[in-house]
T-cell receptor
Framework: GQQLNQSPQSMFIQEGEDVSMNCTSS?????WLWYKQDPGEGPVLLIA?????ELTSNGRLTAQFGITRKDSFLNISASIPSDVGIYFC??????????FGQGTRLTINP | GAVVSQHPSRVICKSGTSVKIECRSL??????MFWYRQFPKQSLMLMAT?????????EQGVEKDKFLINHASLTLSTLTVTSAHPEDSSFYIC?????????FGQGTRLTVV
């Protein structure tokens, strides 16, 4: 099935550093969603984006819906140990059917 | 956010048997729910769209006779893996949507021995 191109695939950072990850697609979406998944759990919604160019924050998280509707980024500022996990982007059309990126595995060294 | 409850969280079954997984929307009604499959260290792949009161829509390559989906009410969808084989071992996750935001269940780890 179709997948989004998400990068980087993995990140190893020091606690306190900022993190940036992004997703690109050859298709246009009308919704971009960012999720975090902990081992053995389902994904948890972090941020939802609905308009091209929209910039939305949720605490230390900031995400943007690209102007072309084909990309999105997620930034995490001042990382803490509980930020460890796998982050997925997902694009959706009106039918709410999601297409996921491959995931970014975040590891934080204390 | 909305709450989706999935049960069981883990199940081990013998090869050839069937396993049923339940997905419930606890605080909203879901006319549509989605079933995903996730292999280790991989992303989620959509298996099928579950439609309340009608037949599910399966993605290409997903066997509808093997993965039976029933969506009999606005708050419950079930996925039954029939005649399970070891290659069906995976993490299965359901989701329901409120407006355009999808909320996921906790997932079910299926191991077929």
């Amino acid at each position: 099935g179709q997948q989004l191109n998400q990068s980087p695939q993995s990140m190893f950072i020091q606690e306190g550093e900022d993190v940036s990850m992004n997703c690109t697609s050859s298709s246009i979406f009308n919704t971009w969603l960012w999720y975090k998944q902990d081992p053995g759990e389902g994904p948890v919604l972090l941020i939802a984006l609905y308009k091209a160019g929209e910039l939305t924050s949720n605490g230390r998280l900031t995400a943007q819906f690209g102007i072309t509707r084909k990309d999105s980024f997620l930034n995490i500022s001042a990382s803490i140990p509980s930020d460890v996990g796998i982050y997925f982007c997902a694009g959706a059309w009106g039918a709410q059917k999601l297409v996921f990126g491959q995931g970014t595995r975040l590891t934080i060294n204390p | 956010g909305a709450v989706v409850s999935q049960h069981p969280s883990r199940v081990i079954c013998k090869s050839g048997t069937s396993v049923k997984i339940e997905c419930r929307s606890l605080d909203f009604q879901a006319t549509t729910m989605f079933w995903y499959r996730q292999f280790p260290k991989q992303s989620l792949m959509l298996m099928a769209t579950s439609n309340e009161g009608s037949k599910a829509t399966y993605e290409q390559g997903v066997e509808k006779d093997k993965f039976l989906i029933n969506h009999a009410s606005l708050t419950l969808s079930t996925l039954t893996v029939t005649s399970a084989h070891p290659e069906d071992s995976s993490f299965y996750i359901c989701s329901g949507s409120v407006n355009t935001e999808a909320f996921f269940g906790q997932g079910t780890r299926l191991t077929v021995v």
